[in-house]
């Protein structure tokens, strides 16, 4: 035990740079995901090395990149597996998930042995993988798992006729990886009610939304001047996100705004979602209308925003997406593009009309009538614009970022005392 009293320590700490003291946190990061496009891990991992500690993160890359080790801003990225094309079936992604947990395992065991992690912050999907951590754990680390989406119900939603058994099995699973972590962290309040009253104590929890990093999406410059009226959701295409409600709106939107467009960015893993939109956008003679592009990189997709008019989020109510944040409403915020969200529980728990323009989830005529009334009412619009910036503002990650850091250093208080 070194001389002088913890607070001594600790106020040493917050004098020295860490890269310049011997307090420099080394962290591990697990996540099934494409670590560039990755908002949430990118801005843990990436915030954690700009205040000296040392990152590596586990992750997946795409089918047709090489695996192996890169740095990207500072942080080590190992890539042990290459993502399938297509993961629909629940079959096969299960095997991927295993196979990941497997390789995930035996890295971090070979490289725990040579830098001696502090920390192993897991990410799901799935629950599971938090046991990639067993040997960094028996030899002294601390263990987060990160809840991004909660999966049981998730579960339930994508496969609605798989079955009771596997929902039960998915929440012992939970628990079971609940209990495993030191600690807890929860992608939104609701979410962490339902944890606490099933999985684990809130005590052990800590919500952290997937705040806009400043870093990334500072606000940009409208460069789009071609008198298009561009309605614009990024993200995957589950049947939970709507988004063939929001190709149904567009056809009343048009008969306002014949040049209207709806532009979709980003589509998952799988063909099987865009190539059913695509089908309804040509039934309704949108084909022309509707642009399917590529996921785009963090880097590059503040700018794609920018130059939208109206950002949409059309939700189900009714589904997964009914409790399930949308970091997209806060990216829209930061831009200055006005917002149309269908009213869920979640979205209402955290906006309200003075930020996003709400429609009635599921109702495509409803949603026509809010985009509408946002292209056309510019006292709506800029209301909605100078709003959501202030929001942005006051929730973004440079805001929150230091209860991430002050829950870092609780776990590994050991280090300074």
């Known amino acids: 035990m070194r001389g002088g009293s913890k607070d001594s320590m600790r106020n040493k700490r917050d004098s020295v740079p860490l890269v310049e003291s011997d307090l420099r946190r080394k962290i591990c990061m697990v996540t099934h995901s494409l670590y560039e496009s990755d908002n949430r891990v990118r801005r843990y991992a990436e915030a954690l090395v700009k205040r000296g500690d040392q990152v590596e ?4 890359t795409l089918k047709d990149r090489p695996l192996g080790k890169s740095v990207i801003n500072g942080v080590t990225v190992h890539d042990i597996q290459r993502r399938l094309g297509d993961e629909g079936g629940k079959w096969a992604y299960a095997t991927q998930l295993i196979r990941f947990l497997l390789i995930a395992s035996r890295l971090l065991k070979k490289r725990h042995k040579a830098v001696h992690f502090d920390v192993i912050h897991v990410h799901n999907i799935p629950d599971f993988m938090v046991f990639s951590a067993w040997y960094p754990k028996l030899a002294g680390a601390k263990v987060i798992l990160d809840i991004h989406d909660i999966v049981p119900e998730l579960f339930a939603s994508k496969f609605p006729t798989a079955g009771t058994g596997f929902v039960w099995a998915l929440k012992k699973t939970e628990w079971a990886a609940t209990a495993f972590a030191d600690h807890v962290i929860v992608a939104n309040h609701l979410w962490q009610d339902t944890l606490n009253s099933r999985s684990v104590r809130k005590e052990k929890t800590s919500v952290f939304l997937n705040h806009v ?30 988004l063939d409600i929001a190709i149904r709106a567009l056809t009343k939107v048009k008969d306002k705004f014949p040049r ?11 063909q099987g979602p865009i190539q059913e939109l695509a089908r309804l956008a ?4 949108l084909k022309e209308s509707v642009n399917f592009h590529k996921g785009v990189a963090l880097d590059h997709i503040a700018q794609e925003i920018a130059n939208a008019d109206v ?32 009213r869920t529980k979640i979205d209402s728990y955290y906006f309200d009309d003075t930020n996003v323009r709400f429609f009635d989830s599921g109702d495509s005529d409803a949603m026509a009538r809010a985009v509408v009334e946002v292209i056309e009412n510019k ?30 250093d609780s776990l590994t208080a050991h280090a300074v005392v």
């Not at 993160?57 to 997946?60: E, G, L, M, Y």
Request: overall charge neutral.
């Open 57 to 60: 993160v586990i992750a997946i």
């Open 213 to 242: 990093d400043p870093s990334l999406f500072y606000r940009r410059t409208r460069t789009r001047h071609d008198g298009r009226i561009v309605m614009m959701f990024p993200g995957t295409f589950g049947w939970h996100q709507g």
């Open 260 to 270: 209207a467009e709806l532009h979709l960015y980003g589509g998952g893993t799988g």
């Open 282 to 285: 040509e039934q309704l003679n």
């Open 311 to 342: 950002g949409v989020v059309p939700k189900r109510a009714d589904s997964f997406g009914n409790e399930a944040y949308s970091t997209k409403i806060m990216e829209f915020m930061s831009q200055g593009v006005p917002v149309v969200v269908s």
């Open 379 to 408: 006292t709506l619009r800029d209301s909605l614009i100078e709003e959501g910036l202030c929001y942005a503002e006051r929730h973004n990650w440079d805001q929150k970022k230091h209860e991430y850091f002050a829950l870092i």
